[in-house]
């Protein structure tokens, strides 16, 4: 099962992309901000949480950081590629439809668990 860590700083954001994606076979969230990242295997993160995971070093212990997801409001062209040139696994609009975030944008690919 892939574990995905959905971190957004609106609560009805995250209890909404949790539902999605535990609707999907082979997908289970973590909706908990407390909870150590290194114990999913993708994280969907806002602009600001997504960047600042991607600058920073790896995961606890030496770890490998999970693939981010960007889950953004905006679709300017500098933050994007600001975004992938950082590492970003998928910059997705929050426009977008539950289809295009899990299938389409990175949640489910062959490096996901």
């Known amino acids: 099962m892939t ?32 909870i150590e990242h290194g114990a999913a295997d993708v994280i969907v993160a806002d602009y600001p949480r997504g960047l600042s995971l991607l600058a920073s070093p790896d995961g606890p212990a030496g770890t490998a950081r999970p693939g981010v997801v960007i889950l953004a409001c905006r679709g300017r062209e500098g933050e994007i590629v600001r975004a992938l040139d950082l590492g970003a696994r ?7 439809g539950p289809r295009h975030l899990v299938d389409g944008q990175g949640v489910v690919d062959s490096d996901s668990g």
């Open 3 to 34: 574990t995905v860590h959905v971190l957004h700083d609106n609560a009805l954001v995250r209890a909404g992309l949790s539902a999605i994606i535990d609707q999907e076979p082979g997908l289970g969230t973590i909706a908990d901000p407390a």
């Open 90 to 96: 998928a910059y997705v609009l929050q426009g977008c």
